[in-house]
């Protein structure tokens, strides 16, 4: 079996390089960015504008394309999707995660983890309304969801590649965090159902939304272990009231808490104080930890918007991008028109999201997935605590369990850069659950950077899968 990946990967790879030869550039030049304010002299190409997904409605979705930094034809093409629902890719995926740049006052800095390094990165802007994607029938700003997002993310990717049809056959992989944990293989889905394969080989989410019960109530025993909360607390959330009925109430079903919930909640909200960032329980506050994407998913319970007060506190990096993303010579270089809004924001105040959406569970796409030949790679960082790895790490168990996927490499701990100690569990060929790694926290743009970075291009090469079986460079 092994050897027979191993001759598929070093197909596709040729047939790759081949294809490169062959592709005579066909850049869309009027996409092509020729310098962002204040960035540093590099040598890899950036693409950003509109693409209408829908001419008669116009609607219209805005993307940022860096090139990799090195041998752009024979790295793959890696789309990300920021969350929220409603955040934007280019603010807290490029901007803040894991794009090249990064705001500081007037200028852009190198970010030395940048995903450029190892794949040509496509940030997009999704669905319309949020960042500079637009939809001019603003209508339809009042009822957005899941299928609506999926269906126009494919609708963006069928005119993408027709503007780069150089990458039409790259190896194709869509990533990202938090509630892409529904976006990505939701979108992975649909492009399996509409034959339009393009070359998707696999997805890759971080503290992923997968189940709202199961990701929800696994907070309780993540703020209990980490100390966060009071053993009577805990056994409020375990034995009276448990968060995911709380967060239902507050922010899908607008319905007062009962008297028991609101006694847990009010406990709670006692212990954890605005003092501790939850989405990052090992920092201090007022560091620029937060990711956007999951901010959004916070923001949605009242209690902990008004008790935590996160809103005031968690502005530095987040005031930075927004500020550069709003500079008129800035978006002139991005190519980039505001329509209908005044200004771009990191989480869209224009669309009304469907949150009933929160409770469709998406782990069995991942078993479909997987089962259809796409790889899954499921990551957890330690230290978010809005969707802890604990339910994460339980909901892909359970999955393995149901579709009979078996463990083919155990648990085991992770070393950078070294090819035997690799990471946690691999499931029959095609899943990968990564173990709770520090190192592999929701904030890479801190301290985690360096190994989220390598550990995705494990993931596309494929290679340290199979225990060296050869490597790639
Ligand atoms: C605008 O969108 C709404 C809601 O999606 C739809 O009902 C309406 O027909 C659209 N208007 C036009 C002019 O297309
Ligand atoms: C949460 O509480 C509700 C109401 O008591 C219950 O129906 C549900 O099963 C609980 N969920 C979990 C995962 O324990």
């Known amino acids: 079996m092994m050897r027979i990946e191993s001759w598929i990967i070093i197909t596709t790879i040729c047939a790759t390089l081949f294809q490169s030869f062959l592709t005579a550039k066909s850049v869309p030049e009027a996409h092509k960015i020729i310098n962002l304010p204040g960035q540093p002299h590099v040598s890899f190409h950036q693409y950003a504008g509109h693409v209408t997904i829908d001419e008669k409605q116009q609607k219209a979705l805005f993307y940022y394309f860096v090139e990799a930094e090195t041998k752009v034809a024979s790295k793959p093409l890696v789309l990300w999707l920021t969350g929220g629902p409603g955040c934007s890719s280019i603010g807290s995926g490029a901007l803040m995660e894991n794009g090249p740049f990064r705001p500081s006052g007037d200028i852009l800095i190198r970010n030395e983890y940048s995903w450029n390094k190892e794949a040509n990165m496509l940030y997009l802007e999704s669905p319309a309304g949020v960042g500079f994607s637009y939809h001019a029938n603003k ?48 979108l992975a889905q649909l492009i399996l159902q509409s034959n339009m394969r393009f070359n998707l080989k696999g997805i890759a989410i971080g503290n992923p939304l997968l189940e ?87 923001k949605l319970v009242n209690l902990e918007l008004t008790l935590h007060d996160k809103w005031n506190i968690d502005v530095c990096e987040e005031e930075e991008i927004t500020k550069y993303l709003n500079r008129k010579d800035v978006q002139v270089a991005l190519n980039a028109k505001l329509i209908g809004v005044s200004r771009w924001n990191m989480c869209s105040d224009v669309i009304n999201y469907e949150l009933q959406n929160l409770e469709v569970p998406t782990i069995h796409l991942l078993g479909m997935l997987a089962k259809s030949g796409i790889r899954v790679l499921v990551y957890s960082g330690d230290q978010d605590s809005v969707i802890p790895l ?12 149901e579709v009979g996927l078996k463990i083919t490499v155990p648990y085991r701990p992770w070393f950078e850069g070294k090819t035997d100690s690799w990471f946690g569990h691999k499931f029959t060929e095609t899943f990968y659950l990564l173990p709770p790694l520090e190192e592999l926290g929701m904030e890479f743009h801190l301290h985690s950077q360096r190994g989220h970075l390598s550990c995705l291009r494990d993931f596309y090469q494929e290679s340290r899968y199979q225990k060296h079986s050869f490597e790639l460079s």
């Open 390 to 401: 604990i339910g994460t790490r339980k909901l892909v168990y359970e999955l393995a369990r």
């Open 212 to 298: 709202f019960n199961t990701d929800f109530n696994s907070r309780a025993e993540y703020w209990w272990s980490h100390g966060l909360i009071s053993d009577s607390t805990y056994e409020g959330f375990t034995s009276l009231c448990n968060f995911s009925q709380i967060f239902r109430s507050q922010s899908i079903q607008n319905v007062p808490l009962s008297p028991v919930c609101s006694k847990v909640a009010t406990e709670y909200s006692r212990e954890v104080t605005k003092f501790i960032d939850i989405y990052d329980v090992t920092l201090d506050v007022c560091l620029p930890s937060i990711v956007s994407q999951s901010k959004m998913l916070n």
């Open 139 to 186: 209508s339809s700003y009042n009822s957005v969801n899941d299928e609506i997002t999926a269906r126009d993310n494919l609708a963006f990717l069928k005119s993408w590649f027709t503007i780069f049809p150089e990458y039409k056959k790259r190896d194709f992989f869509i990533t990202g965090g938090s509630y892409a944990g529904h976006y990505v293989p939701q």
